[in-house]
């Protein structure tokens, strides 16, 4: 079945919410696109937006490649989106709090208790504290995706540290600065007051009885693949780039280290994994996290977003309960639907994904950024019985999709415009509301045919539009 | 203001400054190479510098005797070691690379253009050296500028000037030791190549036409140290360089940093109201040692008082 086009219907009719851009397209030569683009790479180096590559010399910085043709999203089409999205990162949120507390969709039976409870992305310290507002999954990113139908799916709900919204933030200031005349041409929800948002949205969640929060962006530090993000959100917002030395606990607080002497932080923005964040109550050998943080955090003195622990939600074998969960916490249908999903563990999932293989992505439930995954359609027949070993070694830690046909959206590529797979990513806020900035993150699989659109392996990323009515 | 912020800003400007300084050292042998010389002359006047810069030694165990050749590269090109103009350039970035947040994008990108042209014109061949020290004091030029042009004047930019001024004094003293033997002494007089040298440091320091300006007479060393030691309107003066430390010391100051603040206030005031002959009683060279050994303990002060994570709060 051929993928879902963007901007063109099967009959290859430009689609309404494309009509003027598809207009200025036509008449645009490939000189003109090429030499943009070139513009916007210059712009990328200068200020630097660049992100170190595992695996390679130290201090390799990388531009992640930007195409300038937009995605663009009609208005009705991002209200339904975003009504799935706030649906289901509060159902996330409820989860969350559940499992650190009663556990009733446990009792319940809806999700198997083992499941939860022997995974290692459960935290038991996290057993019965109270975060403030109940919310643990602070900023979501959620990876979705439009199947052949042109049905949007969720593909991932990233609740950790998800990133990539400061490209998000640079695509649309590139775009600006290269396209006015697009601007003054549509009207196109702006993005711009994302840092604005997330700073209100963490000072929502400080601690009770906090007057003035004061807020700290915490860092693994300069040579974080993200540390760009890290450092541009924290100018954003006006806010400490913090990292673990620069943090003591005396007393169950928290303190950043300053000129003038010790100054207290309220709030914790953390990029930086749970494992890492207090070598007293997770891995001891971690060098970036702060001595004690867990215990003031335990005692209430200092909030940290997102929650430690929140990996238990978008943790791939839970996955496929979201929709259950929707509907055991909020009474609702989902609007969301999950990509179909086998779960390996059950003895005929396993049965059917080994006689299909050729056909599936099999995924690691652990697995993140596009590695420990099989596609099948394009995996040679060895790299396939290569992934059955593994997958009979330990069948648990599997899952498997259908392959999807991501829709495909026009593209700048050597050969002129072209159709490359893409997919969202769109960020939700959740504190006192939840709020989402229109649109999100738009990644380009820029190979012709490739579905993988992870920036570590070749992929590139859009400008995203959701046109105002 | 986060200590670790400070200390990057504080190291940017130092490494920044010590590039420049770095480039008019270097460009006084440059000059000096395109007058006549013995070889000797030459090696004596390269030992004097590496001397100066704290180098010789780890210099000798590479590369022997200095000649043009292998001194220009090292003090210049050579990426392993940490004090030549190509890395104090990438320190610099690196520095500034850490806390981005902190400085205007316009400065980032300075630096990190610095740095990138930097990178790609020393990766393939050795750039010709005239024109690279030109060029690095082009971009110093630009550094400053752009520094004074769009930082908020709060602290971040008082640690910034606090790293100028004291790897400028540092880097005045330096060039200005270079110069002086063991015998130097500052007369009204000098010989014919003697002050064809001191016109070279002069120039080295964008300080030639000052004082033409100035003293509108014959070059001489007494002359030309009171100009680079004592007057307080040579923006590369140590004069000047303390006059800026003592006041963005104390517009940073903390409860714990009264004694180097202090400190400072002194050194400043021997320069503000001694006498060239008092302090060069036991002359140049015994007189810019010691200043540099007091510049030296207030490097570590400041770095105690403001910039070292303290662990006893």
Redesign the interface.
């Known amino acids: 079945m051929p993928a879902y086009d963007e901007m063109l219907t099967a009959e290859n009719v430009r689609r309404q919410h494309y009509e003027r851009y598809g207009e200025w397209l036509d008449a645009q030569s490939a000189d003109v696109i090429s030499r943009r683009r070139a513009e916007a790479d210059s712009l990328f180096?200068?200020?630097?937006i660049t992100f170190a590559v595992y695996g390679e010399d130290e201090g390799t910085e990388r531009l992640i490649p930007f195409d300038v043709v937009p995605r663009v999203m009609a208005d009705t089409e991002w209200r339904f989106l975003e009504a799935g999205l706030k649906q289901r990162v509060r159902a996330l949120n409820a989860f969350l709090h559940d499992v650190y507390h009663g556990q009733d969709i446990l009792k319940a039976g809806v999700i198997p208790a083992d499941v939860i409870l022997c995974n290692t992305q459960y935290r038991p310290e996290m057993q019965d504290i109270d975060v403030p507002g109940g919310i643990y999954a602070h900023i979501a990113g959620v990876d979705v995706v439009r199947d052949a139908a042109g049905t949007f799916r969720v593909l991932e709900d990233n609740l950790r540290v998800p990133s990539g919204v400061s490209y998000m933030l640079e695509n649309r200031k590139v775009m600006m600065r290269l396209f006015p005349e697009l601007f003054a041409a549509h009207r196109i929800a702006p993005v711009e007051h994302y840092p604005d948002v997330l700073l209100e949205n963490l000072r929502s969640v400080a601690p009770i009885g906090v007057k003035e929060p004061v807020v700290a962006l915490m860092t693994p530090g300069?040579h974080n693949s993200a540390y760009f993000e890290h450092?541009?959100l924290?100018?954003q917002m006006g806010v400490?780039?913090?990292?673990g030395?620069?943090l003591?606990v005396?007393d169950d607080s928290v303190?950043?280290?300053?000129?003038?002497?010790?100054r207290r932080v309220d709030v914790i923005y953390r990029r930086i994994d749970d494992d890492f964040l207090d070598p007293l109550a997770f891995r001891p050998d971690s060098m970036l996290g702060v001595p004690g943080l867990l215990a003031a955090y335990r005692a209430g003195r200092v909030t940290i977003a997102n929650a430690i622990g929140t990996g238990i939600a978008d943790d791939k074998s839970i996955y496929p309960y979201v929709p259950d969960m929707v509907r055991f916490y909020l009474g609702e249908e989902p609007t969301l639907q999950n990509v179909d999903t086998y779960i390996l563990r059950k003895p005929e999932d396993l049965a059917y994904t080994l006689a299909h293989l050729p056909e599936l992505v099999v995924k690691e439930v652990h697995g993140a950024g596009g590695y420990g995954m099989l596609i099948g359609p394009t995996s040679s027949h060895a790299e396939i019985e290569e992934f059955r070993l593994r997958i009979l070694a330990d069948p648990s830690n599997y899952i498997a999709q259908p392959t999807l046909a991501l829709s495909t959206c026009p593209t700048f590529v050597e050969q002129g415009i072209a159709p490359r797979h893409i997919d969202l990513r769109p960020y939700v806020l959740s504190g006192r509301d939840i709020t989402i900035v229109p649109g999100g993150l738009t990644r380009v699989a820029l190979r012709e045919g490739s579905l993988v659109v992870n920036s570590s392996q070749g992929g590139g990323t859009k400008d995203t539009w959701v046109l105002e009515q | 203001m986060l200590s670790r912020t400070a200390d990057h800003l504080y190291w940017m400007s130092r490494q920044t400054e010590r590039a420049e300084n770095l480039a008019r050292m270097l460009d006084i042998h440059y000059r000096h190479s395109l007058l006549p010389h013995t070889a000797e002359e030459f090696e004596r006047q390269w030992t004097a510098t590496l001397l100066s810069l704290g180098q010789l030694d780890a210099f000798q165990k590479q590369h022997g005797d200095p000649t043009a050749a292998t001194a220009f590269r090292y003090l210049a090109f050579d990426r392993e070691n940490p004090g030549s103009i190509v890395s104090c350039l990438g320190a610099a970035r690196e520095n500034a690379r850490a806390i981005r947040g902190s400085i205007t994008s316009e400065m980032w990108e300075t630096l990190n253009t610095t740095w990138l042209d930097v990178r790609s014109s020393t990766a393939r061949a050795t750039p010709e050296i005239g024109p690279f020290l030109e060029w690095v004091r082009y971009r110093a030029h630009l550094s400053r500028g752009v520094t004074l042009g769009t930082m908020l004047r709060d602290d971040a930019f008082q640690f910034t000037r606090l790293g100028t001024f004291l790897e400028g004094a540092d880097g005045t003293a330096r060039m200005l030791l270079a110069r002086a033997q063991p015998g130097t002494e500052l007369t009204d007089h000098a010989s014919v190549p003697d002050s064809y040298a001191w016109t070279l440091l002069l120039r080295s320091l964008s300080a030639f036409e000052v004082y033409r300006k100035v003293y509108r007479d014959a070059v001489t060393p007494r002359r030309v140290a009171e100009l680079l030691i004592l007057r307080d309107d040579l923006p590369r003066s140590l004069h000047r360089c303390l006059l800026e430390l003592h006041a963005n010391l104390k517009l940073v100051g903390n409860q714990g940093s009264s004694e180097t603040e202090r400190r400072a206030g002194a050194l400043y005031s021997t320069l503000r109201y001694g006498r060239l002959e008092d302090l060069c009683k036991d002359g140049l060279q015994a007189y810019l040692q010691e200043f540099l050994a007091t510049l030296a303990d207030l490097s570590w002060r400041i770095a105690r008082d403001f910039l070292l994570p303290a662990t006893a709060y």
């Open positions: 180096h200068r200020v630097g300069a450092a541009f924290a100018q400490e780039l913090v990292e030395q620069d003591f005396r303190y950043m280290r300053t000129t003038m002497g010790p």
